[in-house]
């Protein structure tokens, strides 16, 4: 499985955009890069995903880099409700669907 | 569309003893995946069931089986149980025809301490 590396902690004020790196310089070519969230006491919750194109969904934006050997994850105006553990995810195009967690970054937001 | 279910929320078990946990996907997913939280780390993949069939499996013993049902629904059993597998134990659905593209929907997990 494909690693990814991510600062263990962020913190950021809210109403303020919020910038997650993850490096994977080990990635594929076909491996898909997807993000996750988990709140306090909830299970994990999708958040986008993208191949090699910047992707943008109604909760963040996902900026790809061109080499594809990192990304970052954009929350453009952070609320308290956005403080949780973001895991990068890389997922490969064949075989079975599972997800590989490392330890996320645990983003803070400060009122 | 109630999401994906998971019981019992929380449970206490004893060294030694077996477990079963629940799981009810989301409304239309047929494929299965559960994971193992301990606290403070990330979901750790157990195994995956599609078609009642056992598709791929994580770096667990054999004392964690699975089953999946006709309905979809699945059932995580642990037997000979070790303080160490007190976690959560999370449940996640999904389309299989979806891909590596596609999303796992996740429900809220059950707590599990063994004494």
């Known amino acids: 499985d494909a690693k990814t590396t991510q600062p263990n902690s962020m913190e950021s004020n809210e109403e303020e955009p919020v910038h997650l790196p993850c490096n994977h310089s080990t990635i594929s070519g076909t491996d898909y890069i997807h993000w996750y969230r988990q709140l306090p006491s909830q299970g994990p919750e999708y958040v986008i995903h993208g191949l090699t194109s910047n992707v943008n969904n109604r909760m963040a934006s996902l900026a790809i880099a061109e080499d594809r050997k990192s990304s970052t994850l954009i929350l453009h105006r952070a609320t308290l409700r956005d403080a949780a553990v973001y895991y990068c995810i890389l997922r490969a195009a064949q075989g079975a669907q599972k997800l590989v967690f490392g330890q996320g970054t645990r983003l803070t937001i400060n009122p | 569309d109630a999401g994906v279910t998971q019981s019992p929320t929380h449970l206490i078990k004893t060294r030694g003893q077996q477990v079963t946990l629940r799981c009810s996907p989301k409304?239309?997913?047929?494929?299965v995946s559960w994971y193992q939280q301990a606290l403070g780390q990330g979901p750790q993949f157990i195994f995956q069931?599609?078609?009642?069939?056992?598709?791929q499996r994580g770096n667990f013993p054999d004392r964690f089986s699975g089953h999946q049902f006709p309905n979809y629904s699945s059932e995580l059993n642990v037997n000979a149980l070790l303080l160490g597998d007190s976690a959560l134990y999370l449940c996640?659905?999904?389309?299989?025809?979806?891909?590596?593209?596609?999303?796992?929907?996740f429900g809220p997990g059950t707590r599990l301490t063994v004494l």
């Open positions: 409304s239309g997913h047929d494929t």
């Open positions: 069931y599609y078609e009642e069939e056992e598709r």
């Open positions: 996640a659905s999904s389309l299989l025809a979806g891909g590596p593209s596609n999303e796992q929907f």
